[in-house]
């Protein structure tokens, strides 16, 4: 079964930092991966999808690229309302959908 | 504007089973293109996907949880339906109904999700 991993686990960051997370897939996926984030007591809100398509409605300082194996995604400068854990998807191998164990962004 | 509402027993005993639905409202559970599914988060931990349901009615399954979960739909109701049985402790988790969109990949994202609802596993 493929697996997800997320890099770092967390961070502290400032408003106005350019801020990137990595997901890693243990098998190649082409591009079938999205990205969604979370804020405490909320369901999760899809960002991107397709490794680097934005999500209609989704600010333009979120952006995802990547192919295969590896993958970022990168907020171009952090917003208070960013303060959030972001989860990265994939939905191209067995088990068909599994999720990253997420990345917490908080505040310096 | 697309809405979706879970329903359900927010306490469950070991052993028992598990039942929730997620209303669709704003559009139809069977325009094509799309999926549904469950998706659940124990308290502090990451999302775990439990299954989903095609728009033909064909169903799939976490490996992990696959001899315990059944999903189904009611299309009159404008409705889907999660049931796990044999439930334990390690259950207890917010579970979650999103709309799956379905593309050139297998499988698909979430793109739409209800708000979540609580379900704990205690006597």
């Known amino acids: 079964a493929i697996q997800l991993t997320q890099s770092p686990s967390s961070l502290s960051a400032s408003v106005g930092d350019r801020v990137t997370i990595t997901c890693r897939a243990s098998?190649?996926?082409?591009?079938?991966l999205a990205w969604y984030q979370q804020k405490p007591g909320k369901a999760p809100k899809l960002l991107i999808y397709?490794?680097?398509s934005l999500e209609s409605g989704v600010p333009s300082r979120f952006s995802g690229s990547g192919s295969g194996t590896d993958f970022t995604l990168t907020i171009s400068s952090l917003q208070p309302e960013d303060f959030a854990t972001y989860y990265c998807q994939q939905f191209n191998s067995y088990p068909l959908f599994t999720f990253g164990p997420g990345t917490k962004v908080d505040i310096k | 504007q697309l809405q979706l509402q879970e329903s359900g027993s927010g306490l469950v005993k070991p052993s028992q089973t598990l039942s929730l639905t997620c209303a669709v409202s704003?559009?139809?559970?069977?325009?094509?293109?799309?999926?549904w599914s469950w998706i659940r988060q124990p308290p502090g931990k990451g999302l775990e996907w439990i299954g989903y349901i095609y728009h033909s009615g064909s169903t799939y399954y976490n490996p992990s949880l696959k001899s315990r979960v059944t999903i189904s739909v009611d299309r009159s109701k404008n409705q889907f339906s999660l049931k796990l049985s044999s439930v334990t402790a390690a259950d207890t988790a917010v579970y979650y109904c999103?709309?799956?969109?379905?593309?050139?990949?297998?499988?698909?994202?979430?793109?739409?999700w209800g708000q979540g609802t609580l379900v704990t596993v205690s006597s």
């Open positions: 397709d490794a680097s």
């Open positions: 704003g559009g139809s559970i069977s325009s094509g293109g799309y999926s």
């Open positions: 999103a709309r799956v969109r379905d593309g050139d990949y297998p499988g698909g994202y979430f793109d739409y």
């Open positions: 098998q190649g996926i082409s591009s079938a």
